[in-house]
Structure formats: structure tokens, C-alpha cells
């Protein structure tokens, strides 16, 4: 388990000078180095801010876009929107999940290198199928081009 970095969370906090009413942001910049949101930190976070760790879960569980379990250094998205469904993209998510060991029900692989999510759409139909793997598309997939990326990324770790 990582160790959490709480004069970054004091960082991040004072930046939104200590304020509830900017837990949405707070949250984001934390997630947005840890991938997830720690238990620890929002512990943490409830404290400093004077807020509940009940509400904040709240907040936190609400809103799709947190995450509160570990995900891999590299998140891979499966569109399976509309034009992405018709174009395969359930065959380069079978080929996603056996080049990186997980499932369905195992969203994230052993090595803790990969996370997989299945998304409704990421708004590039005109590309698909894609797959965004953290903040960048990689349009046409299929099953080979999504064990060659597999490849490269792990060489990349």
C-alpha cells in the first residue's frame, strides 16, 4: 500500500485554504496524484476541513469520477458507446483483460500496472473503437493493436 505524502495533502489543502465548500477540488487535486482517494487522506481531509468522514464519503461515492479503490498507473478506458460496440470494442476489451490479467470482476492487474473501465462513451465516435489509456485516445483498437499497447506500456513501467 503507498504511504500517503500528508504535507502534500496539507499542500493541497491550504491551496484551497482549508475550505469545505472546495472539497470537490480537493479531492480531484489528491486523486489526481494518487489515482484513487486514500483512506488515510480523506480521514485526514474530514479534520482539517471541519467536515464529518460520513459526508465526505458521500461526496466522495456521489460523484462517478472518484475512486476509492487502488487503480493501475495506467487506467484504461473501453468505450463501448454506440459506434465503439458496433465496431468490436468488446473484442479488444477480451484482449485487454487477458494481456494484462484482469476481468471483469478484477479491475486491476497484480502487477498494480493496469486498471480497466468500462466507459459508456468518450466522445470520439469517429475514431472507435477506442481505448484511452490515461489521458490519451488510442483510436482504431483491435484485439492485436490492444496487446501490442499492453506491450508497450509494460516496457514503458
Known amino acids: 500500500m503507498e ?17 469545505r465548500t472546495n ?5 480531484q487535486d489528491v486523486q ?11 480521514t485526514y481531509i474530514a479534520k482539517k476541513v471541519g467536515m464529518s468522514e460520513s459526508k465526505l464519503y458521500g461526496v466522495a461515492t456521489f460523484y462517478g469520477n472518484f475512486s476509492l479503490d487502488t487503480k493501475g498507473k495506467y487506467v484504461m478506458k473501453v468505450c463501448r458507446g454506440t459506434a465503439c460496440h458496433v465496431r468490436k470494442s468488446s473484442n479488444v476489451l477480451q484482449a485487454l483483460y487477458e ?11 497484480d502487477d498494480g500496472l493496469f486498471s480497466i473501465e468500462i466507459v459508456s462513451c468518450l466522445g470520439a465516435c469517429g475514431l472507435s473503437p477506442v481505448v484511452m489509456v490515461n489521458d490519451t485516445v488510442h483510436a482504431a483498437m483491435t484485439p492485436d493493436k490492444a496487446r501490442e499497447l499492453v506491450a508497450q506500456l509494460r516496457e514503458g513501467a
Open 3 to 19: 504511504k500517503i505524502d500528508m504535507k502534500f495533502i496539507d499542500s493541497v489543502l491550504e491551496h484551497h485554504d482549508f475550505d
Open 99 to 109: 494481456a494484462t490479467g484482469t476481468s471483469e470482476k478484477k479491475a486491476t492487474s
Open 23 to 27: 472539497i470537490i477540488a480537493i479531492m
Open 32 to 42: 489526481e496524484k494518487y489515482r484513487y482517494l486514500p483512506q488515510d487522506a480523506l
